[in-house]
């Protein structure tokens, strides 16, 4: 992480024109000062820049944010904020209400809505937490419909687990990544925040980002079945999402690459051998359509599958009389 900003042991008047420079460039603007007396020490590190901003704060003292109408007029910088408190909490007060997160905790709010912050230390004086800076049409982009938003998400399980892993690593090693590579990990981070906000205003009946995900890999696979470069990297780069986070989803779905592809292609097989339109194709060129190596392949894939041979399973279910020559074929090639 790269140091960014520290104030050792100031007063609030130095606190406050030390970082009045600072929010401009990597934040929005607003009023940020303290509840508490005597010296501040407030120490901020940069893990990424881009596309979004992640950055780990330090603080014994109790400080807080405010950021009114005025200055969202004055800089209408229009962002979401994600906090995840490592130590200690964070306090967000609207119009609205109030809402707490603290450690185990993400809290995601806007920055077009007037909002006060407060750090709150933990049972040792001390608040450590990492905030994430996203631009808004990012944001929007995995959450449809998003607007005003102050959403308080536990990070135990799922991919509210997921998102909280995710920053850690932006925040330690993200200034080591390309510029590709950084742009991949905040499309896997706003994937999992899409999916967490999500779920946190009760919209479990509409698809989920990691449905919608699921659903295009599916479909891109059943496009592409009789192509045997058929590939986890061509299924990534066609879905715009990296091999990892292809993989992760394929295992949140309870699937291998390989057993979703070979599972595709032998569902297609079967649909093939019972048409009434692909009867004149023997078992062998179907295997081929359907994107199988080799006869023997296919034949050893689908008895395993079946418990019979594609020509026993076609006359069984569509009642095509078995072609001997056939039979024989794929007996001895299962072998």
């Keep these: 992480m790269q140091a960014i900003f520290n104030c050792a042991s100031g007063g609030p008047d ?5 970082y009045k420079n600072l929010i401009s460039k990597e934040f929005y603007t607003g009023d940020i000062g303290t509840t508490g ?3 501040i020490t407030l120490f901020l590190e940069k893990g990424l820049s881009f596309p979004v901003s992640v950055v780990h704060l330090s603080t014994p003292n109790r400080i807080t944010y405010r ?9 209408q910088v229009d962002s979401y904020v994600v906090w995840a408190p490592r130590r200690g909490g964070i306090k967000l007060t609207r119009s609205s209400g109030s809402v707490f997160a603290g450690e185990g905790q993400m809290l995601i709010h806007d920055s077009s809505t007037p909002f006060f912050a407060e750090i709150v230390s933990d049972d040792r004086g001390m608040h450590e937490s990492l905030q994430a800076v996203i631009p808004a049409h990012m944001f929007r982009e995995q959450i449809a419909g998003a607007s005003e ?3 308080v998400i536990n990070v135990t399980q799922g991919p509210a687990r997921m998102a909280s892993q ?3 690593i932006l925040a330690d090693s993200g200034h080591h990544a390309s510029r590709d590579l950084g742009e991949k990990m905040v499309s896997a981070l706003l994937e ?14 509409r698809k989920s980002i990691f449905d919608r995900r699921l659903e295009e890999i599916e479909q891109f696979v059943t496009r592409n079945l009789t192509s045997r470069d058929l590939s986890a990297n061509a299924i990534a780069q066609a879905c715009n999402i990296s091999p990892r986070y292809l993989c992760y989803i394929l295992k949140a779905a309870g699937y291998t690459f390989s057993q979703l592809v070979w599972d595709k292609r032998l569902e297609k097989a079967k649909e093939w051998l019972l048409s009434p339109k692909m009867q004149s194709y023997l078992v062998h060129e179907i295997a081929s359509m359907a994107g199988y190596k080799s006869a023997a392949h296919f034949s050893r894939a689908f008895r395993s599958a079946c418990g019979c041979t594609p020509s026993e399973y076609r006359q069984r279910m569509a009642g095509t009389p078995i072609d001997e020559n056939e039979r024989t074929e794929f007996l001895q090639a299962a072998e």
């Design 192 to 205: 999992a925040l899409g999916a967490c906000v999500a779920a946190a205003k009760g919209e479990g009946d």
């Design 67 to 75: 950021r009114t109408h005025r200055h969202i007029q004055e800089n």
């Design 37 to 39: 007396e005597g010296p």
């Design 149 to 151: 938003c102050a959403t």
């Design 166 to 168: 995710m920053l850690d």
């Design 14 to 18: 130095v606190l406050y024109e030390q």
